[in-house]
């Protein structure tokens, strides 16, 4: 048996409502779960389920209609958005499904980006930065920017990214969403050994029952409610520690029944559209952890100048 492990998530009855019109949409509707540091835990759903917008209430990116979300025992739905960034910056890293990656930037440069911004030097954050990309298998690929790189190149360099700066929790929305099934699985299998490897808390949404197999709990989610909490893999007990490749043996990747269970139709496009629009229009990543869209090319300028003045002063 191993040691008493800490909770580092608490969500406690949480509600969120969408307004439209005179109508009330119940997005998330009084849930409540624990999670401790090191699981990996997966919220499993159909789209318009709620996952996703309970996930952007875990980091913060939208606020509760009711409830409370503790994470490292701070109140996380009391923070100004100041201390949001500050506390994103400091402990969380976030995958996304679109990768989200800067154009202009290579690969090494997009994972150097939150490093950047926390002021490493420049020599520490080069050295971390293609650390993380050997990791994740991207040496040959540092100096190729987005448009050159594969989907499957791309998440790799979104992984490295997330856990270049060691953050204690990493955030994954549909990580998987737009690679093919054996690429899938190689990310899938990436996420979950380094996260082991650092003692790393992962929280995922998918869709895909096979995905959902890495977890080590998956809460499935139906109309906004817990359906069911799974435990797969205790992690409090040295016998349900696994290996990635165990996990891939197990898994059919040939099964088409591949979705989360079949939910009511009556809220799912609104639902489901409405996390869609935070998602495409709010969210990108830098130091924060999440930036508006807005300000991306501003943020892209100040790293740059950033960059071009440490150049100076090493010259």
Same mark, same amino acid.
């Given at each position: 048996?191993?040691? #008493? ?11 969120? *409502? ?5 109508? !009330? ?12 540091? &090191? ?8 789209? $318009? ?23 490292? &025992? ?9 201390? +949001? ?7 969380? $890293? ?5 990768? =989200? +990656? ?5 690969? +090494?440069?997009?994972? /150097? ?40 190149? #791309?998440?790799?360099? $979104? ?9 204690? *929790?990493?955030?994954?929305? /549909?990580?998987? &969403?737009? %690679?093919?099934? !054996? ?40 109309? &906004?409610?817990?359906? @069911?909490?799974? *435990? ?15 996990? +891939? @043996? ?22 489901? =559209?409405?996390?869609?629009? *935070? %998602? ?8 924060? $952890?999440?930036?508006?869209?807005? =300000? ?12 071009? @003045? /440490? ?5």
């Amino acid at each position: 048996m191993k040691n #008493q492990i800490e909770t580092i998530i608490q969500v406690k009855n949480v509600t969120k *409502i969408y307004k439209m019109g005179t109508e !009330k949409i119940y997005a998330v509707d009084d849930v409540s779960f624990d999670i401790l540091k &090191g699981e990996f835990c997966c919220l499993l759903g159909t789209s $318009g389920s709620g996952k996703s917008t309970l996930l952007n209430l875990m980091a913060g990116i939208e606020k509760l209609s009711a409830g409370q979300i503790f994470i490292k &025992g701070k109140k996380i739905h009391r923070m100004s958005e100041s201390s +949001l960034a500050r506390f994103r910056q400091r402990y969380l $890293g976030f995958v996304f499904q679109s990768y =989200n +990656l800067i154009n202009s930037m290579t690969a +090494l440069e997009n994972v /150097e980006f939150p490093l950047v911004f926390r002021r490493e030097k420049v020599k520490k954050r080069k050295a971390m930065a293609k650390n993380m990309l050997i990791e994740v298998g991207l040496e040959n690929r540092m100096s190729h920017k987005p448009k050159e790189m594969s989907g499957g190149q #791309q998440q790799r360099v $979104g992984i490295a990214r997330a856990f270049v700066a060691r953050p204690e *929790i990493v955030f994954a929305d /549909e990580p998987t &969403g737009n %690679l093919d099934t !054996k690429t899938a699985m190689e990310v899938m299998g990436l996420i979950r050994k380094i996260a082991k490897e650092n003692n790393q808390t992962i929280v995922m949404v998918t869709h895909d029952r096979r995905i959902a197999e890495f977890a080590d709990r998956v809460i499935h989610i139906l109309d &906004g409610k817990i359906r @069911e909490i799974e *435990i797969k893999r205790d992690i409090t007990k040295d016998e349900d520690v696994v290996s990635v490749q165990s996990i +891939l @043996e197990a898994i059919d990747i040939s099964d088409d029944n591949i979705s989360a269970e079949n939910t009511s139709e009556k809220n799912i496009s609104k639902v489901d =559209n409405l996390e869609a629009n *935070i %998602l495409e229009d709010d969210i990108k990543v830098n130091l924060e $952890g999440i930036i508006d869209q807005d =300000n991306v090319e501003s943020d892209i300028a100040l790293t740059e100048e950033i960059m071009t @003045e /440490e150049s100076k002063q090493k010259d």
